[in-house]
């Protein structure tokens, strides 16, 4: 399901209350939709290899987009994403970001997989054996679902030029995708803006995307809990080269040096 | 622009904030380019100023030096190459190695599957460009053939910097991710000597001044060498690559020097504190490109936003192109013409 979110700037009031009316009512066909399957855990379980099979496929084709501090998830290079947050309380949830212009996997198989990784077996030593779905066997609570919407507006491609770990600083040179050398800008970044992990990794040269869009999380019973524009700074993870590639690089290689 | 006369050797030092070029005219119309960037145009500063010069005779380019990989360094190497046919073009010797070969190419290959430009990628098409012929490896103690009288001589690198091989490249990671960049004290990049009768100059690329930097350089120096009367600072007139003896024993009292401006770094160079240290060992000094880049100014709320996550928003990477123009006659006398975006040191 994608909602477009309509540009702020352009739109009168009327056109925004009706657009907006439009993806609420989306929105709460969709969760309804979730909620019947809920109700059937026994179909989800069944849809569970279907959903691995399109995730490895994902995670083979994409870059990585670390949206959360918790997990890493894999979505294709596309402009709208939707994250379905399933949270049983504060300790256990999970989470799965949908790349729109993917596949977009029903309802139902998102639903699998958050039931398959769901991460009580590792943080509540009380759950421990108990995932998923023997988990809502043994009398476990229906969980609050989000779902997060994103749209890209605007997206700037940076690689790091130099880190100042002392000033808690880096600067990076960044330009629009595809675009001519000439229009490159710098940017100083704050280190804070980025998690432990990322802060770790980050070296001269490691690239990275500035994205801006519109983000807007809903709750089950369809409550707006955020709506507005927001930027991240997303460290790249590029996908490895397949050896079919590798091979390729090393002939040129090969052929550079005899010529 | 008045041409240099056949035996008056000019040293054009470009810079624009984020890319630096030097041009040198060793006689004849004969130039040597070391380093290329391009101008507000797109087109390489070299081609530019060389198309502008008003003399009948033809300017050649007979060697091409790319003292390192950085892309502040290669923009436009190609064109330059394409245009003149040089008779020979130098880069760092640790890349004559099949492994590093290799890697440098494969690496390329992975970051350009990002969409994000690697500062391999001028080098890849110059390989492209370039045949076996005409491929120099740079290491100390080499000469690069000018054709003329004048001598180019390679202070850098350090064979022990080229034999440490990838560990000098800094090849630490899996190809595409990072850049490659020269950890210190390794330093591959390519320092120059120019001498024609006497007259001298030091072209310091970005060397640094590490044991096997610019120490090697003032270890290895024959005191009988005239004094060099011209310098382009090492590495934008940044500390680490920074030793006083550099200009207290190799230069002249009254050394003109270019530095060239870099903005994207997290202290852009040369800051006050370079200028500070700098003055006292300069005859005259200017820093070479535009003052300051300027700020994009945000147009939408997208925009404003993006700016929001920096600590000073949006910058312009290329600044203004300046041009230091240092020429000495055939009796010794040096003069310099500032052209664009020059300022004092």
């Known amino acids: 399901m994608t909602i477009d979110f309509p540009k702020i700037d352009t739109r009168s009031d009327v056109q925004r209350d009706a657009e907006s009316r439009v993806a609420d009512a989306a929105m709460s066909a969709h969760v309804s939709n979730l909620r019947a399957i809920w109700r059937s855990p026994e179909r989800a379980k069944g849809l569970l290899p279907a959903l691995w099979s399109w995730t490895k496929k994902s995670m083979d084709t994409s870059l990585s987009v670390p949206l959360t501090t918790r997990r890493t998830y894999h979505a294709a290079d596309t402009d709208r994403w939707n994250r379905i947050v399933v949270q049983w309380d504060r300790f256990h949830w999970h989470e799965e970001l949908i790349p729109d212009r993917a596949r977009t996997p029903q309802p139902s198989l998102w639903y699998a997989g958050a039931v398959d990784v769901f991460p009580a077996r590792r943080q509540s030593p009380g759950f421990e054996g108990l995932a998923g779905m023997d988990f809502l066997r043994a009398g476990g609570r229906l969980p609050n679902v989000r779902i997060e919407h994103f749209k890209l507006q605007r997206e700037l491609i940076g690689r790091v030029r130099e880190i100042n770990g002392d000033a808690g600083e880096f600067t990076a040179v960044l330009n629009e995708r595809g675009a001519d050398a000439e229009n490159e800008v710098v940017g100083r970044f704050p280190l804070a803006l980025l998690s432990d992990a990322d802060r770790a990794r980050l070296d001269n040269g490691t690239a990275f995307n500035l994205v801006t869009g519109y983000r807007r999380v809903m709750t089950t019973s369809g409550e707006v809990v955020k709506s507005g524009i927001e930027t991240r700074v997303v460290l790249r993870r590029p996908s490895p080269l397949s050896a079919a590639r590798v091979e390729e690089a090393i002939d040129e290689a090969r052929r550079l040096r005899a010529s | ?345």
């Open chain 2, 1 to 345: 622009v008045s041409a240099p006369a056949s035996d008056e050797l000019e040293l054009s030092i470009f810079g624009r904030g984020f890319g630096e070029c030097v041009l040198v005219h060793v006689g004849d119309r004969r130039w040597v380019l070391v380093d290329s960037c391009r101008d507000d145009a797109g087109d390489p500063v070299a081609l530019t100023y060389l198309g502008s010069l008003d003399d009948e005779a033809e300017d050649r380019i007979v060697a091409v030096v790319i003292t390192h990989w950085d892309d502040d360094h290669t923009k436009g190497a190609t064109n330059v190459i394409q245009a003149h046919a040089p008779r020979e073009v130098w880069m760092p010797a640790v890349l004559d190695n099949d492994e590093a070969f290799d890697f440098a190419v494969t690496h390329d290959v992975a970051m350009a599957n990002t969409g994000v430009p690697s500062g391999l990628s001028e080098f890849r098409s110059i390989l492209h460009h370039v045949d076996r012929s005409r491929r120099m490896w740079g290491i100390r103690r080499r000469d690069v053939d000018t054709t003329t009288s004048a001598t180019v001589f390679l202070l850098s690198p350090h064979d022990a910097v080229v034999s440490e091989g990838f560990a000098a490249l800094g090849i630490t990671q899996n190809p595409g991710f990072g850049e490659l960049a020269s950890p210190e004290p390794n330093d591959t990049s390519i320092a120059l000597w120019v001498n024609w009768d006497e007259r001298s100059a030091l072209l310091g690329a970005d060397l640094k001044n590490g044991e096997w930097g610019w120490q090697a350089v003032l270890q290895a120096w024959p005191s009988a060498r005239a004094p060099v009367g011209s310098i382009k600072v090492p590495h934008h007139g940044s500390p680490n690559a920074h030793l006083d003896e550099v200009f207290t024993q190799l230069c002249d009292a009254e050394v003109l020097a270019g530095v060239t401006r870099f903005t994207p770094g997290t202290t852009p160079r040369p800051s006050d504190d370079d200028r500070d240290r700098l003055r006292p060992l300069l005859g005259q000094g200017w820093v070479v490109g535009a003052e300051g880049p300027s700020r994009r100014q945000p147009r939408t709320v997208e925009e404003l936003h993006e700016q929001a996550v920096t600590l000073d928003g949006l910058w312009d990477a290329h600044g203004a192109v300046g041009q230091l123009r240092i020429r000495c006659d055939s009796d010794g006398q040096w003069s310099t013409e500032r052209i664009g975006a020059v300022t004092p040191v």
